[in-house]
């Protein structure tokens, strides 16, 4: 609503958020929006937020939308922060909790960035949207699509869970799978979007997914009573969710609504596609690509990441980290939250849990700290994961 201007992450130009913008046209890296916090802060007071409802809409004036007719919703946002002090306890845990993002539309937190993202390009006037996905960013914009009436083209790896592509199928999309990553189906729509007229919805290649992504840090916020956690831990494909709730922090300290405290943010990969974990053990501030990448975590195969650098800025400047762990140890997470808990997760939310307990042993987490897993996704869209 007080959106003013995109700024470039990497070189700090300045772009018109008045028309679609992708990356930044000098240097080519990704643009974030800016607000003016000052007018935004008059009336997103903790006073005002106790009378909204739960969406993630409830952060009206820090999202990019102008008019709230341009507003494609199917109630994302708002989703609970659940205590697991069952699972907490078996490794001698004092405060764990589940941010349990599966309860979004479309059953995960990719609901969070189409929601502004379609509502953003319906009124920029665009009619088709075009998205490279390793699954969940597919099916979200499917339904957003759908939702506002505008054209879905979405290009996924032929071994994308099958619950994704029906999903997507079932909700209208023009459904291309193609043998290879998310890099190959997103040089496939850069190869054709110009022709076809497609407005390119990648990963941080667009402003407004993180901009939708971020409320996860407000929401945060609001459910530790305006302080934040010590510890989040976060499965970090794109990198949109991290570095937005690192986004979100900054722009409630300025309007005042939290202090100078931060989490440690730690990034969890899969081991077969851990360009982050490299790249932050090896101290580079851009993340090779990582070659021949493979997992069955479908959020998780991503190889290389455009936000790479804002990725490890965060980790580094929050004074986390980042972790690889197996298939494996995700299949054992995803029982072992599931019948604690009562948790369904995806592997990528149970690889926190993977995560969590290598980052105890080696001394990286104390027992003592407040800890926050991020479970993005809902195991039923696994279920090829069980045979
Ligand atoms: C996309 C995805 C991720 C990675 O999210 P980013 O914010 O792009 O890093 C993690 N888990 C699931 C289930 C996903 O779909
Ligand atoms: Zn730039």
Redesign the pocket.
Known sequence: MHLTHLACTACGLRHDASVPQNLCTSCGKPLFAHYDLAAAASTLTKKALSTRGKSLWRYREVLPVKDDSAIVTLGEGGTPLLPASRLGARLGLRALFIKDEAQNPTN?F?ARGMAPAVSMAKQFGLKKLAVPS????ASALAAYAARGGLEAHIFMPSDTPRANVIECEQMGAHVTLIKGMITDCGAEVARRKTAEGWFDLS?LKEPYRVEG?KTMGYELAEQFGWTLPDVILY????????VGMWKAFDEMEKMGLIGKKRPRMFTVQAMGCAPIVQAFEAGDKFAKEFPNAHTRAS??RVPKAIGDFLMLEALRHSGGGAVAVTDDEMLTSMREIGAAEGVFA?P??AACYSGLKSLIASGKIDAEESIVLFN??SGLKYLDWFG
């Open positions: 995960s990719k390793a699954g969940n960013a990963t992504k499965p970090t494909g794109g990198g949109t969710g991290l959020g998780l995806s990528e939310g993005t996704c």
